[in-house]
């Protein structure tokens, strides 16, 4: 696993192949990166499927009202929910959407993201200044390259769990 400077703004998400670690962008998207600990520590997370997963594009994930497989999984609904916590507004910057940064999905209101996330297999220069860069695979992104794909995929990773690393 990579060297964690800033406990406190890293993420651990174990997926079945290994750990993800997630350098959180907390002076860039303040907002985004304290609804993601916020849900770490609430345990939201935990178990979510990855319910769009393109291959040369993304992961997406998050979706903890409708993606959690040890509730009601329908992968018709996963991708149409956020959490309890109420909207962000968007916190857009010149960050770039490069292979294995973290970006707040949302719909076409650009202050709806909530819980859902994306993280990025490629360098994805189209969504720059239009989606909130908020963090970036710092290691484990070998582990993010195998997620199955699919949309929704017929057998969906998940997030095993997501922890703060500083809670860890």
Do not use: C, W
Not at 20 to 42: F, N, T, Y
Not at 61 to 86: F, H, I, L
Not at 145 to 162: F, N
């Amino acid at each position: 696993m990579a060297e964690i400077k800033d406990p406190e703004n890293t993420i651990i998400i174990e997926l079945k192949d290994g750990p993800v670690v997630i350098e959180l962008l907390a002076d860039v998207a303040p907002k985004h990166a304290e609804r993601m600990k916020q849900l770490a520590r609430d345990g939201a997370y935990d178990n979510v499927a990855f319910h769009r997963v393109i291959d040369g594009f993304m992961a997406q994930t998050g979706d903890v009202a409708n993606a959690n497989m040890e509730k009601d999984y329908n992968p018709g609904r996963a991708g149409t929910g956020g959490s309890q916590y109420d909207d962000l507004p968007a916190e857009f910057s010149k960050l770039p959407h490069d292979r294995g940064t973290l970006g707040a999905a949302r719909s076409a209101n650009p202050n709806s993201a909530n819980s859902q996330f994306f993280i990025n297999f490629s360098d994805n220069h189209f969504l720059n200044g239009q989606y909130t860069v908020y963090g970036r695979v710092i290691s484990g992104m070998e582990h993010v390259d195998k997620i199955a794909r699919g949309e929704p995929p017929k057998s969906p990773d998940r997030m095993v769990s997501v922890k703060v690393a500083a809670d860890a």
